[in-house]
């Protein structure tokens, strides 16, 4: 049996289904406009437009960075990786050991509000939560390192649900084979759960110390490292797989090299994911040179998966609009559904992981991490990725899953349409001033950067880029959030959401594709080009303008 279309299986789930799935998108997008009004407050605060004093500076960039980068993003992705199980296995799909997934989310949420409270009522240890930075034991920093270990119990309690929604209509004897998506889920929910017990290695030691329980952990930082890999690339394996799923809703094309070369593409997640962490310990003092030069090299396969799926995407679009009479060699853009939030959110979310790839693989090289890694190059370049292209892609989908399972039309589907672009704006400001400032030593975590009035004023010209940025996103976010709030809560009437689709007409002959491998070349240049100006830039500095050593 082929599954449904991804509106139509999330209309036929069964009310409890519903019901679980609406509380947890619910939650992520609390998390969300949680992480969304502390993010913007760090930002002004940094671009000097508010006063803050520095605990609750620092406040704001916890909560930011914890509730962005675990919250949202993980709640977000156990309730995309439930209904990818459940609607696109099998016609008739539904969520299996249901009861766990709500135990799963309870624990999730208790965590969420765990870590809420450790913050506001203590010392904030930003979002890695090193025990030396809380100095000592304490009720607060307990909370802290339990709201983290409440998380992976949950998110590893979702995803053994997931996985058996995926895997029970094949045992079941209702599926011969898995479709993509479904394989995919499987992979992306065993890496959960892969992160669930790295969490527990990393956290575990930290809580039973603030409960006075064991002392300072020795090897804290290297638990942190190997969590913090695993919790950064999983949401893109998210992205690349709802980019899958988006590209079938908004224009009915499936991947033209085949099932089986898409689940080998999937599978290499698997393979290259776990072993490159070793670059995030290039700042670690006592880190062997060999270690070192294979980090090095290991990180260079980080984006194999994710620039194949590119590919295959971009070839696959392409492919199937020169077919039905494109011209050009940007013709076929021009024929998708661009007035589709879910498409424009896509199309940007490409764009921006094209600039945050491009970046991060200057970070990532030995030579330039311990010079970069404690400047504002990391958050300058890092939205781009967690912003610009996997929020962008989860809330591009949301547009399709809220309005499905809640019954009710999309808000103002036209200008969700626009805010990607408004979003990629911001981020052109924010990042581009933060890139910049941390080529030229502006430091990463301190509130004020004046340094008594020694600091140059070309830095303080581009913390006000970053402010300007800043304000862009959060307007974005926010018209995003009151739009799918909307939608998801009793306010609004019921009905249907009809979002626009490519209709193709005409055959579809064989035809040859350039934008995908021009795409590679392009990147590739550019990934040269800023790496040899990080290289003049910073040998331009004084010592002490690269940053203090740390962890990212």
């Known amino acids: 049996m082929n599954p449904p279309r991804l509106t139509e299986g999330l209309k036929a789930l069964p009310a409890g289904d519903k019901l679980l799935l609406k509380l947890c998108f619910g939650a992520a997008l609390l998390a969300l406009a949680v992480g969304v009004v502390f993010g913007a407050a760090t930002a002004f605060a940094r671009a000097g437009f508010i006063e803050m004093i520095p605990l609750n500076g620092y406040r704001s960039m916890t909560l930011h960075g914890v509730n962005i980068f675990f919250y949202w993003l993980y709640f977000a992705q156990v309730g995309l990786l439930l209904?990818?199980?459940?609607?696109?296995?099998?016609?008739?799909?539904?969520?299996?050991?249901?009861?766990?997934?709500?135990?799963?989310?309870?624990?999730?949420?208790?965590?969420?509000l765990s870590s809420g409270y450790a913050v506001w009522s203590g010392l904030p240890l930003l979002y890695d939560a090193p025990p030396e930075l809380a100095g000592t034991p304490s009720p607060a920093v307990a909370a802290f390192y339990l709201g983290y270990l409440l998380l992976a119990a949950g998110l590893f309690c979702v995803a053994v649900a997931g996985v058996a929604t995926a895997l029970r209509p094949r045992f079941a004897g209702r599926?011969?084979?898995?479709?993509?998506?479904?394989?995919?889920?499987?992979?992306?929910?065993?890496?959960?759960?892969?992160?669930?017990?790295?969490?527990?290695?990393?956290?575990?030691?930290?809580?039973?110390?603030?409960?006075?329980?064991?002392p300072l952990p020795a090897e804290y930082s290297t638990g942190w490292h190997i969590l913090f890999h695993n919790m950064h690339y999983l949401p893109l394996m998210a992205t690349v797989l709802v980019w899958t799923v988006l590209m079938e809703t908004v224009s009915g094309v499936k991947s033209i090299f085949?099932?089986?070369f898409s689940k080998i593409v999937f599978a290499l997640y698997l393979i290259f994911v776990p072993p490159t962490s070793l670059y995030h310990m290039f700042l670690e003092p006592n880190l062997?040179?060999?270690?070192?030069?294979?980090?090095?090299?290991?990180?260079?396969f980080i984006s194999v998966p994710t620039v194949m799926?590119?590919?295959?995407?971009?070839?696959?679009?392409?492919?199937?609009?020169?077919?039905?009479?494109?011209?050009?060699?940007?013709g076929w853009i021009r024929m998708l559904p661009w007035g589709n939030p879910a498409m424009a959110a896509m199309g940007m979310a490409v764009v921006n992981l094209a600039l945050g790839g491009t970046f991060s693989f200057v970070l990532i090289q030995e030579k330039i991490a311990p010079l970069l890694s404690d400047t504002f190059f990391v958050p300058g370049y890092f939205h781009f990725l967690t912003l610009g292209t996997v929020t962008l892609t989860f809330l591009g989908i949301l547009c399709y899953i809220i309005p499905a399972?809640?019954?009710?039309?999309?808000?103002?589907?036209?200008?969700?349409?626009?805010?990607?672009?408004?979003?990629t704006a911001g981020l052109v400001f924010f990042g581009g001033a933060g890139i910049a400032a941390g080529y030229l030593g502006v430091p990463r975590r301190l509130l004020d950067i004046a340094?008594?009035?020694e600091a140059p004023m070309l830095w303080s010209t581009l913390m006000n880029g970053v402010g300007i940025g800043g304000a862009l996103m959060t307007l974005a976010l926010l018209v995003y959030l009151f739009a799918l709030f909307r939608t998801l809560l009793p306010v609004s009437p019921s009905g249907e959401s009809m979002l626009p689709a490519v209709h193709w007409k005409g055959t579809a002959p064989a035809v040859r594709v350039?934008?995908?491998?021009?795409?590679?070349l392009v990147l590739v240049g550019a990934m040269a080009l800023f790496t040899a100006l990080a290289f003049e830039m910073i040998q331009a500095l004084p010592f002490e303008a690269a940053g203090e050593p740390g962890g990212h």
Request: no cysteine; hydrophobic share 60%; aromatic share 14%.
């Open 175 to 214: 599926i011969s084979t898995w479709p993509v998506v479904s394989f995919a889920s499987v992979a992306w929910a065993g890496l959960l759960m892969v992160s669930s017990v790295a969490a527990v290695y990393a956290f575990f030691p930290a809580a039973r110390w603030a409960l006075g329980l064991a």
């Open 514 to 520: 350039w934008i995908g491998p021009l795409s590679i």
């Open 258 to 260: 085949g099932a089986r």
């Open 288 to 300: 062997a040179e060999p270690v070192r030069v294979i980090g090095s090299l290991l990180s260079l």
């Open 405 to 423: 399972i809640a019954g009710r039309p999309l808000w103002n589907p036209p200008l969700l349409a626009r805010l990607p672009y408004l979003v």
């Open 83 to 112: 209904v990818f199980g459940a609607v696109s296995t099998v016609k008739g799909g539904r969520i299996a050991w249901r009861a766990l997934a709500w135990a799963g989310l309870a624990l999730m949420f208790t965590g969420f």
């Open 309 to 330: 799926v590119f590919l295959v995407i971009v070839a696959s679009l392409e492919a199937h609009a020169r077919a039905h009479g494109a011209r050009g060699l940007f």
């Open 451 to 453: 340094y008594s009035g």
